[in-house]
């Protein structure tokens, strides 16, 4: 497919709704960080993140390519503010996550409208990854207590449920979303009190917030979706 055609397929297929509300939190985002002075490294970081967000819950494979740029961002900003795991997170995990999505999603396109085609996890899936998601939190938290992160525990859930958030998000299952609702409210709180103890990172605040909200619009979303395509069998 040639170049043109791709971006002409990845901009089609949004709501009236997300014409409007996509843009608006982008440019809210650039003013604020503007207004406040804010670190430019995360204003960029916030806009490729959003994006990618974006992007992932309307099924278009575009969604990496932003994702991968946005990588790089956040790993500088979560360094600067001892965040060690979710720098470890996005280096040695997301990023590559990214390059397996790209490849994994291909395969599963719709030929219609270029989006994924969404699933569940299976029940033996589900009794396999979670009980394992909350083992893992707990032993990382330990974990970063003794390398001296700010809120250790906190990061420790947030970092392992984005493992598996990133899991699911590449075997296009609704459950991601569950996932990622965690994740959100948790990174939120922990770059709340960042800013708090000084950090100029605002504009990673509102990036999180806007995430939590992404995550609930589209987990119904895809429910409708997933719903509609049973009725169809």
Not at 27 to 53: M, P, Q, R, V
Request: with cysteine; proline share 2%; net charge positive.
């Amino acid at each position: 497919m040639k170049l043109k055609d791709f971006l002409l397929r990845e901009l089609k297929g949004f709501t009236f709704f997300e014409k409007i509300f996509f843009p608006s939190a982008i440019i809210a985002i650039i003013t604020i960080s503007f207004i406040l002075n804010d670190n430019k490294i995360a204003l960029i970081s916030a806009i490729c993140g959003l994006s990618y967000t974006f992007l992932a819950g309307k099924g278009k494979i575009s969604c990496y390519f932003l994702g991968l740029m946005g990588t790089f961002c956040y790993c500088f900003i979560a360094y600067k503010n001892a965040l060690y795991g979710n720098l470890a997170l996005y280096a040695f995990y997301v990023f590559p996550m990214h390059i397996i999505g790209i490849i994994k999603w291909s395969k599963n396109l719709k030929k219609d409208t270029g989006t994924i085609i969404k699933t569940y996890l299976t029940k033996k899936e589900k009794m396999f990854y979670f009980p394992l998601m909350f083992v893992m939190a707990i032993i990382m938290g330990f974990v970063l207590t003794k390398l001296g992160g700010k809120t250790p525990f906190i990061d420790s859930i947030a970092t392992t449920f984005s493992i598996f958030g990133q899991i699911f998000t590449v075997k296009r299952c609704i459950e991601q979303w569950y996932v990622w609702f965690v994740v959100n409210v948790l990174t939120l709180s922990m770059w709340i009190i960042a800013y708090i103890n000084g950090s100029n990172c605002f504009v990673t605040i509102i990036m999180w917030a806007i995430y939590t909200f992404f995550a609930i619009y589209f987990f119904q979303k895809w429910k409708k979706e997933l719903n509609s395509n049973e009725e169809n069998i």
